[in-house]
């Protein structure tokens, strides 16, 4: 691998954001260093990406095995394909290995086709029910390994994918979930595919494995819609500054691929529906007073991940790069991906999110970085209106005749359960009025380009599916996530998704003993600290760690642009309230006039919030 040549020198001090324990101090960091290829020997997991043939070995090779589960390697391989291999860990005696799928749905787009598809998989292959993810896609669960190669290869020739949604690569591109027919919504869509398109992997691995060699029945949806940018032709421009690697199967990724996971969001100003502050890359169209299209705000080094007791690991919102005209966008995002392939840190798998390499460098540096490829300097941040935060649940009128609707989804879960029939009420919707959907990043789906005349109806296979009408659901509800955990994950040190429904009931009758009836709060919940619902983001978050323990965080904005921060280690499930009653009560008697919850906790800080609490007398403040 050809690594561009940078000398940077610098002098750094800890942010004033940055993430601490209390009682923890970051130390400043002393930066002289030429970033270049390191000359030791690589670590086990780069040296299998090498040695794997872009994604064909151990795996092919296990697939063909009579056992139930693959080796770890060929694990590690499989994850670029987008499963993981999982058991259930409540089950004693021998793994009982199954496998989770993850769709690559660009935009969150669905058709009508392709969920009808994976009802059916579900159904015949799988546990029966579908997931709805935080970046946009649907996870099946409980698929047996023999059977791996008939869903996958179902959903490639329905002309979908499951290719990068998990790896070392590209993820599934986000974008605000809103279809409002408005040129900066159109462009977040189109460029969302334009983009995904331009960091597939490009490795024969996929149609040798699934495929037996053969091309897809179809291609993919997505890249039929966006024939006319030609994203091939720009991938594969080599403007001979280190970005185009010598390597025929991935001339971008070469075949170490990236450090780890990288995550682009596209939106528009105004609009953080996306959580776009939690991405590698963030982008933001720009249009003039007439709609025309003349580029993107950028900005770089989100992330959530990390790892308990291990200070050198935090969660970082990312921070404004600048901006480019829309004909440079193409080597811009290359540039910035070059930037982490090539300077990463691929020793440290812990520290390999590109959040690691913007932390260390300092935005200025990055942006230098970054600007050795690009050939050009970033042009400053353009203006926007200020971020909102609005999850499009309910009826909306698209702005083209036709509506779309909101249907919230707890935790994403998408199921048969007695009276409550939603997955069933989704088919009947599907099969009666072919409709097409968008998968929210909240965990909940749109169904989008409603006939006016067909809002009775879809009202009403709704109700008698006992699906509440939206009026209906609880605030904290809709603004809450939850990550899968138990049983499956085998990351999970706790539960999420199975215990947060009694976590929002609690803290709803804790809300109105205290007359707070009213008040809207972020609530996020992960069994471990990898942070997959983004609870970092959140005005309230459990982070697991430990059986029935969670971390408690606070202070994340309400329209989600900063992280939280730690205000305690360790809260057993049963002391919820004990812990919560405190802080809310010092919110009521010291909050400002329309300070959200988040905000509130963000100014006073975690010390202030402490010394409250040791004097706080149970039910002794209400509003």
């Known amino acids: 691998m050809k690594f561009n040549m940078l000398v940077i020198t610098t002098a750094l001090l800890c942010s004033s954001n940055a993430f601490t324990l209390p009682g923890y101090q970051r130390p400043a960091s002393s930066l002289n260093m030429v970033l270049e290829m390191p000359k030791k020997k690589i670590s086990k997991l780069e040296n299998l990406k090498v040695s794997s043939n872009h994604l064909v070995h151990p795996l092919k090779e296990q697939l063909a095995t009579e056992e139930i589960g693959i080796s770890k390697d060929a694990y590690q391989i499989l994850k670029y394909h987008g499963s993981y291999q999982q058991s259930n860990r409540e089950l ?27 009802d059916d998989l579900s159904r015949k292959h799988g546990q029966g029910d579908l997931r709805a993810t935080t970046r946009q896609c649907f996870q099946l669960h409980g698929i047996m390994k023999g059977d ?3 869903v996958i290869s179902s959903i490639m ?42 960091f597939r992997p490009m490795t024969p691995a996929f149609s040798q494995i699934w495929l037996d060699g053969e091309k897809a029945a179809t291609v993919e949806t997505w890249s039929k819609e966006i024939l006319h940018h030609d994203v091939d032709e720009k991938m594969l421009f080599d403007s001979g ?55 993107f705000n950028l900005m770089v080094g989100g992330g959530m991940g990390r790892t308990h007791n291990k ?31 090539d300077h990463g840190n691929r020793d440290v798998r812990a520290n390999a999110r590109m959040k690691y390499l913007v932390y260390t460098l300092g935005i200025d540096n990055f942006r230098k970085l970054a600007e050795s490829y690009f050939g050009k300097q970033f042009q400053p941040w353009r203006p926007i209106k200020d971020w909102k935060y609005n999850d499009w649940m309910g009826w909306w009128d698209q702005g083209d005749g036709k509506l779309f609707y909101g249907l919230h989804v707890d935790n994403g879960r998408v199921k048969d359960d007695g009276d409550f029939r939603l997955k069933t009420a989704l088919r009947v919707l599907v099969d009666k009025y072919n409709l097409h959907m968008i998968m929210s990043p909240t965990q909940s789906i749109i169904l989008r380009d409603v006939d006016p005349k067909d809002r009775e109806g879809i009202d009403a296979v709704l109700l008698e599916h006992g699906i509440k009408p939206i009026e209906q659901v609880d605030p904290l509800n809709r603004l809450a996530m939850a990550c899968p955990a138990l049983p499956l994950c085998g990351l999970a040190q706790t539960e999420a998704e199975r215990v947060m429904p009694d976590y ?47 971390q408690v965080w606070l202070g994340g904005s309400p329209v989600l642009t900063r992280t939280a921060f730690p205000y305690m280690a360790r809260m057993p499930n049963s002391d919820f309230e004990k812990t919560m009653e405190p802080i809310l009560a010092m919110f009521i008697q010291q909050r400002q006039d329309f300070e959200a919850f988040g905000d509130f906790c963000h100014r006073v800080g975690a010390e202030a919030i402490e010394k409250y609490s040791e004097s706080y007398v149970a039910g002794s403040v209400k509003a």
């Open 504 to 550: 929002l009931s609690q803290m709803r009758q804790l809300l109105e003993k205290m007359n707070l009836d009213d008040e809207e709060i972020v609530i996020r919940m992960t069994g471990c600290p990898n942070g997959c619902a983004r609870p970092y983001m959140a005005e309230l978050a459990f982070v697991g760690d430990g059986p029935k323990s969670y």
């Open 311 to 341: 200070e050198t690991t935090f969660a970082q919102a990312a921070e404004h790069l600048g901006f480019v005209p829309k004909e440079d966008i193409y080597e811009a995002l290359k540039s910035i991906l070059a930037s982490q392939r």
């Open 241 to 295: 500054r280190g970005i185009i690697l010598n390597d025929s199967a991935e001339p971008i990724y070469g075949d170490r691929y990236l450090p780890r996971k990288f995550k682009i969001g596209v939106t528009v100003p105004g609009d953080n529906s996306l959580d776009i502050y939690t991405n590698d890359i963030g982008v933001v169209v720009v249009c003039d007073d007439k709609g025309e299209l003349e580029g």
């Open 148 to 150: 791996l190669k008939t």
């Open 92 to 118: 004693r005696g021998k793994k009982d290995f199954q496998f989770m799928l993850r769709l690559k749905q660009p935009a969150g787009e669905m058709t009508p086709d392709l969920f009808r598809l994976l």
């Open 157 to 198: 020739n329905i002309g979908s994918s499951t290719v990068g949604a998990c790896g070392d690569v590209s993820r599934n591109v986000m974008t605000t979930p809103a279809p409002f027919d408005t040129p900066e919504y159109k462009y977040a869509r189109e460029y969302s595919k334009v983009f995904a398109q331009l």
